[in-house]
């Protein structure tokens, strides 16, 4: 009944477009550690050393990694290869080296140390 009390009968179609939409969510979280893996090898004047015990440092070299690894006796063969074409050089930036770990000279390295065992 309207507001005039008439009866009134109306018929029709409400459509809607579909919707998508996030029924549900999770959230996972996951701890790694990681490790900062550090190498410095300074080259000292080993004449002067020896004369005056005076440390004269004549180049210095620096190889920093980071993984999930603390073993360093598995880490730094690769910081040593990385590094290696440095020393005694003036980069002048940092660098990013890429080590595979099938790489040879580490695995040379590492045989090398093992010999001298």
């Not at 018929?11 to 477009?17: D, E, Y």
């Amino acid at each position: 009944m309207d507001s005039f009390g008439n009866y009134s009968h109306t018929t029709g179609t409400i459509s809607s477009p579909d919707q998508y939409g996030v029924v549900g969510s999770k959230i996972n979280t996951k701890y790694h550690t990681t490790y900062l893996r550090y190498l410095r090898l300074d080259a000292i004047d080993y004449i002067e050393y020896k004369k005056n015990q005076k440390i004269n440092v004549l180049w210095q070299t620096e190889a920093v990694s980071r993984g999930t690894s603390d073993d360093l006796r598995e880490v730094f063969p690769y910081l040593v290869i990385a590094a290696m074409p440095y020393f005694g050089k003036n980069t002048e930036k940092q660098l990013s080296v890429s080590l595979m770990k099938t790489d040879e000279q580490v695995k040379k390295l590492k045989l090398d140390a093992l010999s001298q065992k």
